[in-house]
Nanobody, 119 residues
Framework: QVQLVESGGGLVQPGGSLRLSCAAS????????MAWYRQVPGKEREPVAR???????NYTDSVKGRFTISRNKARDTVYLQMNSLKIEDTAVYYC?????????????WGQGTQVTVSS
Protein backbone atom coordinates (compact mmCIF):
# COMPACT_ATOMS: atom_id res chain seq x y z
CA GLN A 1 0.00 0.00 0.00
CA VAL A 2 1.44 3.34 -1.05
CA GLN A 3 1.50 6.09 1.54
CA LEU A 4 2.12 9.78 1.06
CA VAL A 5 4.23 11.25 3.84
CA GLU A 6 4.03 14.99 4.42
CA SER A 7 6.43 17.23 6.27
CA GLY A 8 7.31 20.88 6.67
CA GLY A 9 4.35 22.28 8.54
CA GLY A 10 4.67 24.38 11.66
CA LEU A 11 4.20 27.75 13.26
CA VAL A 12 5.29 30.87 11.42
CA GLN A 13 4.72 34.59 11.78
CA PRO A 14 2.75 36.56 9.20
CA GLY A 15 4.98 37.35 6.25
CA GLY A 16 7.09 34.28 6.82
CA SER A 17 7.69 31.23 4.65
CA LEU A 18 7.30 27.48 4.86
CA ARG A 19 8.02 24.67 2.45
CA LEU A 20 5.82 21.60 2.54
CA SER A 21 6.98 18.27 1.14
CA CYS A 22 5.01 15.16 0.23
CA ALA A 23 6.80 11.97 -0.71
CA ALA A 24 5.44 8.62 -1.81
CA SER A 25 6.57 5.69 0.33
CA UNK A 26 7.60 3.80 -2.80
CA UNK A 27 7.43 4.19 -6.53
CA UNK A 28 3.84 5.13 -7.13
CA UNK A 29 3.61 4.57 -10.87
CA UNK A 30 2.19 6.86 -13.50
CA UNK A 31 1.30 10.10 -11.77
CA UNK A 32 -1.10 12.22 -13.80
CA UNK A 33 -1.39 15.11 -11.37
CA MET A 34 -0.24 16.32 -7.97
CA ALA A 35 -2.04 18.79 -5.77
CA TRP A 36 -2.23 20.47 -2.40
CA TYR A 37 -5.45 21.07 -0.49
CA ARG A 38 -6.15 22.70 2.85
CA GLN A 39 -8.88 22.49 5.42
CA VAL A 40 -9.90 24.50 8.46
CA PRO A 41 -12.27 23.22 11.15
CA GLY A 42 -15.90 23.43 10.10
CA LYS A 43 -15.14 23.96 6.42
CA GLU A 44 -14.71 21.70 3.42
CA ARG A 45 -11.29 20.81 2.13
CA GLU A 46 -10.36 23.23 -0.64
CA PRO A 47 -7.82 23.00 -3.46
CA VAL A 48 -4.79 25.26 -3.16
CA ALA A 49 -2.50 24.29 -6.04
CA ARG A 50 -2.35 21.67 -8.75
CA UNK A 51 0.45 20.47 -11.01
CA UNK A 52 -0.46 18.41 -14.04
CA UNK A 53 1.70 15.91 -15.92
CA UNK A 54 2.60 18.57 -18.51
CA UNK A 55 3.91 20.82 -15.72
CA UNK A 56 0.97 23.20 -15.88
CA UNK A 57 0.38 24.75 -12.47
CA ASN A 58 -2.88 26.22 -11.23
CA TYR A 59 -3.54 28.08 -8.00
CA THR A 60 -6.52 29.27 -6.09
CA ASP A 61 -6.79 33.05 -6.32
CA SER A 62 -5.93 33.70 -2.69
CA VAL A 63 -2.43 32.19 -3.00
CA LYS A 64 -1.43 33.31 -6.49
CA GLY A 65 1.94 35.02 -6.47
CA ARG A 66 2.75 33.68 -2.99
CA PHE A 67 2.70 29.88 -3.29
CA THR A 68 4.58 27.69 -5.75
CA ILE A 69 3.96 24.01 -6.41
CA SER A 70 6.79 21.92 -7.81
CA ARG A 71 7.80 18.33 -8.26
CA ASN A 72 10.82 16.05 -8.04
CA LYS A 73 9.99 13.43 -10.64
CA ALA A 74 12.78 11.09 -9.65
CA ARG A 75 11.49 10.84 -6.10
CA ASP A 76 7.73 11.09 -6.64
CA THR A 77 7.76 14.11 -4.37
CA VAL A 78 5.69 17.26 -4.54
CA TYR A 79 6.49 20.53 -2.78
CA LEU A 80 4.56 23.62 -1.84
CA GLN A 81 6.67 26.73 -1.25
CA MET A 82 4.60 29.21 0.72
CA ASN A 83 5.82 32.79 0.98
CA SER A 84 4.30 35.93 2.45
CA LEU A 85 2.09 33.82 4.65
CA LYS A 86 -1.07 35.32 6.07
CA ILE A 87 -3.10 34.43 9.12
CA GLU A 88 -5.86 33.17 6.85
CA ASP A 89 -3.47 30.56 5.42
CA THR A 90 -3.71 28.71 8.72
CA ALA A 91 -5.05 25.22 8.00
CA VAL A 92 -4.19 21.56 7.75
CA TYR A 93 -2.56 21.01 4.37
CA TYR A 94 -2.99 17.76 2.47
CA CYS A 95 -1.21 16.53 -0.63
CA UNK A 96 -2.87 14.39 -3.26
CA UNK A 97 -1.47 12.36 -6.13
CA UNK A 98 -3.69 11.16 -8.95
CA UNK A 99 -2.25 7.95 -10.38
CA UNK A 100 -3.18 6.20 -13.60
CA UNK A 101 -3.48 2.43 -13.73
CA UNK A 102 -4.26 1.61 -17.36
CA UNK A 103 -7.58 3.32 -18.03
CA UNK A 104 -8.39 3.84 -14.38
CA UNK A 105 -7.26 6.51 -11.96
CA UNK A 106 -6.82 6.49 -8.20
CA UNK A 107 -6.26 9.29 -5.72
CA UNK A 108 -3.76 8.97 -2.89
CA TRP A 109 -3.83 11.41 0.04
CA GLY A 110 -1.29 12.43 2.62
CA GLN A 111 -2.08 12.45 6.32
CA GLY A 112 -2.07 16.23 6.58
CA THR A 113 0.33 18.71 8.15
CA GLN A 114 -0.66 21.69 10.28
CA VAL A 115 0.34 25.17 9.18
CA THR A 116 -0.28 27.91 11.70
CA VAL A 117 0.36 31.55 10.87
CA SER A 118 0.28 33.68 13.98
CA SER A 119 2.10 36.56 15.62
Amino acid sequence: QVQLVESGGGLVQPGGSLRLSCAASRNIGSISAMAWYRQVPGKEREPVARLSIDATANYTDSVKGRFTISRNKARDTVYLQMNSLKIEDTAVYYCKMNVRFGVQFKDYWGQGTQVTVSS
